[in-house]
């Protein structure tokens, strides 16, 4: 059956749902597996002493309070976890993804699923934006 937000992402592909919908966490948060909470810089959790705004700096001062550090790329590397952020054309973030052990990557979107797919490029829209910037962490 098909999904409300498909239609909204042309280059998805292949994907498989792996949980029901929430508004429980959002794919910030989700993004460093943490699906306790929102991470959003205003009027939900946000890292104390990580920057505050909606530009990429702010959202990778916050997840280096995770221990993830600016990486050059998402391909697979065993005993490195993997994260990227998708950013707008004016540099403001708008979703993130993990990777995967099996090299997939999952993304909650919005208050709806979380699904694997197969590469960041999958969710390249305007909602989404472009994945620009990979993070890792030693898993």
Request: glycine share 8%; hydrophobic share 30%.
């Given at each position: 059956?098909?999904?409300?937000?498909?239609?909204?992402?042309?280059?998805?592909?292949?994907?498989?749902?792996?949980?029901?919908?929430?508004?429980?966490?959002?794919?910030?948060?989700?993004?460093?597996?943490?699906?306790?909470?929102?991470?959003?810089?205003?009027?939900?959790?946000?890292?104390?002493?990580?920057?505050?705004?909606?530009?990429?700096?702010?959202?990778?001062?916050?997840?280096?309070?995770?221990?993830?550090?600016?990486?050059?790329?998402?391909?697979?590397?065993e005993g490195r976890e993997k994260i990227?952020?998708?950013?707008?054309?004016?540099?403001?973030?708008?979703?993130?993804?993990?990777?995967?052990?099996?090299?997939?990557?999952?993304?909650?979107?919005?208050?709806?699923?979380?699904?694997?797919?197969?590469?960041?490029?999958?969710?390249?829209?305007?909602?989404?934006?472009?994945?620009?910037?990979?993070?890792?962490?030693?898993?």
């Amino acid at each position: 059956m098909s999904k409300p937000w498909e239609k909204k992402l042309p280059n998805l592909g292949i994907w498989i749902c792996r949980s029901k919908r929430t508004r429980d966490y959002n794919c910030f948060a989700f993004a460093i597996r943490d699906e306790t909470r929102r991470w959003e810089p205003y009027g939900y959790h946000w890292p104390e002493g990580a920057k505050k705004g909606y530009s990429a700096d702010c959202l990778i001062d916050a997840y280096r309070t995770e221990g993830f550090e600016v990486c050059a790329d998402g391909a697979l590397v065993e005993g490195r976890e993997k994260i990227v952020i998708y950013l707008n054309d004016q540099g403001g973030f708008l979703h993130a993804a993990r990777q995967e052990p099996n090299g997939n990557w999952k993304s909650k979107l919005g208050d709806e699923e979380d699904i694997e797919h197969q590469s960041p490029e999958s969710l390249i829209s305007d909602e989404y934006g472009k994945p620009r910037i990979f993070m890792e962490r030693a898993r």
